[in-house]
């Protein structure tokens, strides 16, 4: 897909990529350039979150950052423009940035027309002549009526029964963010922010060129104010006094809602993974089936492998060997390993195991798997395995390596959870939940002594796994993990 289109000789522009398999958006996370940075032909210029991972962005050629389409968090289509880069800085005049895709247009009544001679309203365009008067704002009385108004209130609250006296005209003030009677001086962006944010922009101190206001400017005048000391505030006249019944008729303070929750936007990862489990538990028939199994064996035999110098260097934990019995199990029972075609209404049988493990993440769970991990030795499981948990704990997992999983392994025991009935990963035909290892009373020879024991659970597609393949790829697994000595013999 191309991702990049020339608006003329000189601008460059960058497009949204597709960075998955058939994604439709994206939402930028962070930018690491601003306009007037330079960029490099590869230079990574943002990431974005997909419905799969978080992905960097390189932009593919060398040039000057004209302008940034969209802000962080907003989410983009696929074939947008989201960057324009000037790859021949210093031959022309640059042309005006595009409109913001969502920003609402400011529009500009006629009949609010400046009066002649007024200064320019937006940077870099004219000043338009014309003698229509500006017609007053509605809603808000004058200063003097105002003034009357407040001193009249106060006067009753005093006890005074005469009448407050008319307040003298509040002197002319220009706007803080324009010339004397003019508008304030912003750049549409810096507008719709004002707007956005609640602020109106004749109250705010403008720091840039000519007198213009920045989002910096705005930003600051949204910032809440300092308390005053106490020392400085302005004496205030006693209230009257309340009556008693007055005391007791009023009503606590509701709390407002915002106070008490808090609402998080559904998107990106989290939003994929809603849409993918509804999917998956009212499409793929569920059944869960459980075993307890004493593991003592296998926890003598990751004690052992760490001390092994062909697993230096390697992550050795039980989850490696719990993997590699599922690996073995799937062996001896390949229709497990399967999906359900749908459209054609077959069962596609897997001649390979992607192996899929889930991790929790920052961003929410995500599904990356090891590929063709029925091929590797234990060395070599040991170090994908270790591979796939620090990528996905850095949040740089490819869409790539979440595609195309067979088998899933979701290891609930890190959280000291039993056990669980985990829900089919989308495409998959079995997801094996693995509870927290502890030392319990077990019978073991005749005799009752503490052992090392866990809970498994296994959930399959019953459209494609009937009880009795289930039950021997559960059982299988339970065997190896209860004889390890079964790895080898079985394998």
């Known amino acids: 897909m191309t991702t990049m289109t020339e608006t003329s000789a000189r601008f460059r522009e960058f497009k949204m990529p597709d960075v998955g398999e058939g994604l439709t958006e994206a939402e930028i996370l962070k930018w690491y350039v601003q306009p007037g940075d330079t960029v490099t032909d590869g230079q990574v210029v943002c990431e974005v979150e997909t419905a799969k991972a978080a992905v960097e962005l390189p932009i593919p050629f060398d040039g000057v950052v004209h ?90 609250l005093n006890g005074h029964a005469a009448a407050a006296p008319a307040a003298a005209p509040a002197p002319s003030v220009p706007a803080q963010g324009g010339a004397a009677g003019g508008r304030p001086l912003a750049k549409p962006p810096v507008r719709k922010l004002a707007k956005d944010l609640g602020i109106d922009l004749a109250t705010v101190v403008p720091t840039g060129k000519d007198g213009v206001i920045t989002r910096e400017d705005v930003h ?148 990356p798997n090891i590929k063709d991990a029925h091929d590797k030795t234990l060395p070599q499981l040991a170090e994908a395995l270790g591979e796939l948990v620090a990528t996905a704990r850095d949040g740089k997992t490819s869409p790539a390596a979440m595609a195309g999983g067979t088998v899933t392994i979701t290891n609930v025991g890190v959280f000291g959870v039993d056990t669980g009935t985990p829900i089919l990963n989308p495409g998959e035909s079995a997801i094996l939940a693995v509870g927290a290892i502890k030392l319990q009373p077990w019978v073991h020879k005749g005799k009752v002594k503490p052992r090392q024991v866990t809970t498994l659970a296994l959930s399959f597609d019953h459209r494609l796994v009937d009880g009795e393949l289930g039950s021997k790829v559960l059982a299988d697994v339970a065997a190896i993990l209860e004889q390890p000595k079964r790895l080898i013999t079985w394998a």
Do not use: C
Not at 135 to 149: D, F, I, L, Q
Not at 308 to 325: E, F, Q, S
């Open 67 to 156: 302008e940034l389409r969209f802000p962080e968090g907003t989410t983009v289509d696929v074939g947008q423009v989201i960057i324009a880069i000037d790859v021949a800085p210093g031959s022309g005049d640059a042309p005006a940035p595009a409109a913001d895709p969502v920003q609402e247009p400011v529009e500009e009544p006629a009949a609010e027309a400046e009066p002649k001679g007024r200064t320019p309203v937006l940077v870099g365009y004219g000043v338009a002549e014309s003698s229509t008067k500006r017609r007053p704002r509605k809603g808000a009385p004058a200063a003097p009526e105002a003034a009357a108004v407040a001193a009249a209130v106060q006067a009753e």
């Open 220 to 367: 600051a005048a949204a910032a809440p104010a300092p308390a005053p000391a106490a020392s400085e505030a302005p004496a205030q006249a006693a209230p009257a006094p309340v009556a008693a019944e007055a005391l007791v008729a009023t009503e606590p303070t509701a709390v407002p809602d915002s106070a008490r929750e808090t609402r998080v936007p559904v998107k990106g990862v989290r939003k994929a993974i809603a849409q993918a489990m509804v999917g998956s538990a009212f499409t793929a028939p569920h059944v869960t089936e459980f075993v307890t199994v004493d593991v003592t064996r296998t926890m003598k035999l990751v004690a052992e492998l760490k001390e092994d110098k062909d697993m230096a260097g390697v992550r050795v934990n039980p989850l490696l060997v719990i993997a590699k019995a599922l690996l073995v199990a799937i062996k001896r029972n390949p229709e497990v390993n399967a999906a359900w075609d749908e459209a054609n209404q077959e069962i596609v049988r897997k001649h390979y195991v992607n192996l899929g493990i889930a991790a929790a993440t920052p961003r929410g769970l995500i599904v």
